[in-house]
């Protein structure tokens, strides 16, 4: 005999016993127009007459009564007593009329809120986010059908049962320590960082960490050294903490370093994506680096690098992070495993540049959202301490640098008369310029009512203007989607 189970009471529904109106009348009356307002929906099993019974104090009479009425008006079908389900008959727009009348209703009352301008620009909620289709050329996303879920769900299974009970309460906010542990060994190993697990907090990715430093470190006014163009989400979390944007050239080795120190004398903070400039894509040489770093110790200043893909690197060997070559304690480290497994597992590591530092941080995130969950941050401790990790990027850097090679292969096939596209050393993306006379936001937008999704580069720019641009994901799509996305993108730009 299958499990009988247990039901709750359904919100809403009370009857008034002293209005003399026929129990069995109210009850009918309650759960009519909860089917009519869209409350209880289509194929929507009603809890049992003996649960109403129970729980409204009535006797299970009443409940027969009003059932059988619904009934006979055809608003419930199925065998009292042996479940009795909302009838999918009812046409939505009824429902739907029902719902716009109360909507209306209630709209005057309801307050706007209007969102401060500190937040900065909205593209990060519209941004990569795919309803139905992953579609090329979205950029930033890892291969999510080379993810293997198979292993990830394995581990799940084995853990979520014999995790002692303890790790499934509050626990520290800086995250869990055999994670923490194990991204301090790959960071020291493979990225040349400078750390110990206890300067670690977990955090839910990238984005995140900068919003942390944001609220603990940033100051009303601070001056921010940002590369130009860049990452949407950093200005965004800068102006939240209403400190000034000090917006600075990038060229083939990275952030010009002369230019910010001619023109910012003062810096508070310097963001830097130095593995994989985002998103012009290139990669700061050493001497940029060591400039860099005296440009920050000279000003007392802090550097945040943001390593978000640094993982796939497709030529040469890899470059030291700064992190790693900083001699003063001055560069807070970001990274995350959206890039790596899947942006959807949200947790990613800051590393602080000292013990100290922990403190304020993980009383911040504690107020944020008190802690990363505790059973993905098992999973993937367990998936990097078992090798499936460096396995998976070792898979993904042929995977991904085979579909570059082909993407550019296509784009200067196609469209070489029309856009300028080199080769990547590193990333996820490659950036195809355009002829002056193109409007990369215009070609967005036509892009994006043909099914493609890409990022126009102006998007990014915060003061000095280049060329228009088109950002090209290739990572998530295989040969034939990117193929088929050149053709439709060939025909886009012929049409201009
Ligand atoms: C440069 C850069 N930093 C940070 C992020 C944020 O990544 P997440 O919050 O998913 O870790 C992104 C995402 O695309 C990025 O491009």
Redesign the pocket.
């Known amino acids: 005999m299958p499990k009988q189970i247990e039901e709750l009471p359904l919100v809403g529904i009370h009857i008034d016993f002293a209005s003399g109106i026929p129990l069995y009348k109210q009850l009918y009356s309650l759960l009519r127009e909860a089917i009519l307002s869209g409350r209880l929906k289509g194929e929507q099993k009603l809890p049992s007459t003996r649960t109403f019974s129970n729980d409204l104090k009535v006797s299970r009479n009443t409940v027969v009564q009003a059932f059988e009425q619904l009934m006979i008006e055809g608003y419930i079908t199925g065998k009292i007593g042996a479940g009795t389900y909302v009838t999918n008959e009812i046409p939505d727009k009824y429902i739907l009329d029902r719902k716009a009348q109360s909507v209306a209703k209630n709209k005057s009352k309801i307050p706007s809120i209007k969102l401060d301008k500190k937040f900065g620009s909205t593209g990060l909620i519209h ?2 986010i795919s309803e139905d289709k992953i579609a090329p050329f979205q ?2 996303l890892p291969s999510l059908d080379d993810f293997p879920f198979s292993t990830w769900l394995k581990i799940i299974n084995k853990n979520g049962t014999y995790l002692p009970r303890l790790q499934f309460g509050y626990k520290s906010s800086t995250g869990y320590e055999p994670l923490k542990e194990a991204i301090a060994n790959y960071l020291r190993t493979y990225r040349a960082v400078n750390c110990t697990s206890e300067q670690i907090i977990i955090i ?7 919003d942390l430093i944001s609220r603990v470190m940033l100051k009303e006014n601070d001056n921010v050294v940002l590369e130009d163009p860049c ?1 949407f ?2 200005k965004a979390s800068v102006l939240s903490a209403k400190a000034s944007i000090f917006p600075t050239p990038v060229d083939d080795e990275g952030i010009s370093v002369d230019y910010a120190a001619k023109h910012y004398p003062k810096p508070d903070f310097i963001y830097t ?1 130095p593995s994989h400039q ?2 012009l894509g290139s990669t700061m040489s050493i001497s940029r680096r060591l400039k860099l770093l005296e440009y920050a110790y000279k000003n007392d200043a802090w550097i945040i690098e ?1 390593d ?2 640094s993982e796939f690197r497709y030529t040469g060997s890899p470059l030291p992070s700064l992190q790693g070559m900083d001699k003063l304690n001055r560069v807070i480290y ?1 990274g ?4 790596v497994l899947f ?1 959807g597992l ?1 947790l ?1 590591y800051l590393v602080l540049p000292s013990v100290e530092m922990v403190n304020p941080f993980a009383i911040v995130k504690s107020l944020v959202d008190r802690q990363s969950p505790i059973l993905d941050q098992v999973v993937l401790s367990k998936f990097i301490e078992e090798g499936h990790f460096t396995k998976h990027i070792r898979k993904m850097r042929i995977l991904y640098k085979e579909r570059q090679e082909f993407l550019i292969a296509e784009l200067k096939r196609e469209a070489g008369s029309l856009l300028e596209v080199k080769p990547s050393g590193a990333g996820m993306h490659v950036v195809a310029w355009l002829p002056d006379r193109f409007d990369d936001k215009k070609i967005s937008v036509i892009a994006k009512e043909n099914g493609l999704v890409i990022s126009p580069l102006s998007e990014y720019i915060l003061k000095f203007k280049r060329r228009p641009g088109l950002i090209m994901g290739y990572t998530a799509f295989n040969k034939d989607r990117l193929k088929t996305g050149v053709n439709i993108l060939k025909r886009i730009l012929k049409a201009q």
């Open positions: 941004r990569n950029n930033g839910n990715g990238s984005q995140q960490g900068l990452y989400g950093t994506t985002f998103p943001d978000y893909d970001i995350t495993f959206s890039k942006p949200r990613g």
